[in-house]
């Protein structure tokens, strides 16, 4: 069993900065792709960005694009999220998920092939 543990998240004005991290452990770890996702109060979950463990290759929600930069450490097993410029309408928990290898992968990989969760760290976004 893989876990994840995160941590980075705290409260901060608009337009500040912060940094994720997702820290991979347990079993030896193997994905093809890993992610972020978010879910605001009253919310569906939704995809914040992907990027493929191997590869190095990026996918964005629109809504963040040119804002938030997702990148990996393979030699630590750790994921990050680097999320500039923030907005009151970024204030969410946010979580980190991994999607295990498959025989036929996809990219990006849809939101049902994340089959591993972290436990979501806290961002507020408010002056």
């Known amino acids: 069993q893989v876990h994840f543990v995160e941590s980075g998240g705290g409260t901060v004005d608009p337009g500040a900065s912060l940094r994720l991290s997702c820290a991979a452990s347990?079993?030896?770890?193997?994905?093809?792709?890993m992610g972020w996702f978010r879910q605001a109060p009253g919310k569906e979950r939704e995809f914040v960005a992907t990027?493929?463990?191997?590869?190095?290759?990026?996918k964005y929600a629109d809504s963040v694009n040119g804002r938030f930069t997702i990148s990996r450490d393979n030699a630590k097993n750790t994921l990050y999220l680097r999320l500039s410029s923030l907005k009151p309408e970024d204030t969410a928990v946010y979580y980190c998920?991994?999607?295990?290898?498959?025989?036929?992968?996809?990219?990006?990989?849809?939101?049902?092939?994340?089959?591993?969760w972290g436990q979501g760290t806290q961002v507020t976004v408010s002056s």
């Open positions: 990027i493929n463990w191997s590869s190095g290759n990026t």
């Open positions: 998920a991994s999607v295990a290898p498959r025989p036929l992968q996809v990219w990006p990989p849809p939101r049902a092939h994340f089959d591993s």
């Open positions: 347990g079993r030896t770890f193997s994905s093809y792709a």
